[in-house]
């Protein structure tokens, strides 16, 4: 049975009830819940949540929020393998046996349903105990600076200040979108950032981490150019 967990609690600091916030005409989590309905890969779409009101909002767009998340796994502070760990526990005590599960997270609406079956692809393939999108940086890290403590800048490596761009090794970071996961993995709590898991590459125009008012607007703005693409070329 494949599964995908959406994690949704209640509190959001920066922005206020983000997980259910409008996005282009819909609460966040529905294009979240929508994408993994899309895939057609999932035997069920699990929210866990604390909140009944993002449990309703969840249902109403095709997934299921079967269970209150427990207290204890739904402060600031709880990463996302125990969450996870918790809704597999659910799930085969209540619907069967557990192959895979994608954890999605509900603030990720420029999410893709073929990025979710590319990526459960390469997991069924491999060994991998993970597999997630990556995006590439779109200045090279070596060259960054840091800010000092009289207001100067330095950088973080100085041996490459001669270097020219496309001279140094590309570099990629988590898009924080989904991840793709063997049960054993999420159950044991194994990491997920780890020579263990193997990326799936995206654009960097799909990748847009909402953290902040600015993300949102960004992210907006993202989705009516990708949304204008995917028109164009029907």
């Given at each position: 049975m494949k599964l995908a967990v959406i994690p949704a609690r209640g509190g959001s600091k920066r922005i206020l009830r983000k997980n259910i916030t409008l996005f282009?005409?819909?609460?966040?989590?529905?294009?979240?819940?929508?994408?993994?309905?899309?895939?057609?890969?999932?035997?069920?779409?699990?929210?866990?949540?604390?909140?009944?009101?993002?449990?309703?909002?969840?249902?109403?767009?095709?997934?299921?929020?079967p269970f209150v998340r427990p207290t204890q796994l739904s402060d600031d502070f709880t990463p996302t393998a125990p969450v996870i760990a918790h809704a597999i526990d659910w799930a085969e005590n209540a619907l069967?046996?557990?192959?895979?599960?994608?954890?999605?997270?509900?603030?990720?609406?420029?999410?893709?349903?073929?990025?979710?079956?590319?990526?459960?692809?390469?997991?069924?393939?491999?060994?991998?105990?993970?597999?997630?999108?990556?995006?590439?940086?779109?200045?090279?890290?070596?060259?960054?600076?840091?800010?000092?403590?009289?207001?100067?800048?330095?950088?973080?490596?100085?041996?490459?200040?001669?270097?020219?761009?496309?001279?140094?090794?590309?570099?990629?970071?988590?898009v924080g979108q989904f991840y793709w996961g063997q049960r054993d993995a999420w159950a044991q709590g194994r990491t997920i950032f780890s020579p263990n898991s193997v990326p799936i590459i995206i654009e960097r125009h799909r990748a847009q981490d909402i953290d902040t008012p600015e993300d949102l607007k960004r992210a907006e703005v993202m989705f009516r150019v990708i949304s204008e693409m995917k028109t164009k070329a029907l």
């Open positions: 282009a005409g819909k609460p966040m989590i529905a294009w979240s819940i929508l994408a993994a309905r899309n895939a057609n890969i999932f035997d069920h779409i699990i929210v866990s949540t604390d909140d009944s009101e993002i449990a309703e909002i969840s249902e109403q767009f095709g997934a299921i929020a069967g046996v557990v192959g895979s599960v994608c954890c999605i997270y509900a603030t990720a609406p420029l999410i893709q349903p073929d990025d979710l079956t590319r990526a459960a692809e390469v997991l069924d393939q491999t060994d991998a105990d993970y597999v997630f999108p990556v995006t590439s940086f779109a200045f090279p890290i070596q060259r960054g600076m840091r800010l000092t403590d009289n207001g100067r800048m330095e950088m973080l490596h100085p041996e490459h200040a001669l270097t020219r761009s496309q001279d140094l090794e590309e570099a990629y970071h988590d």
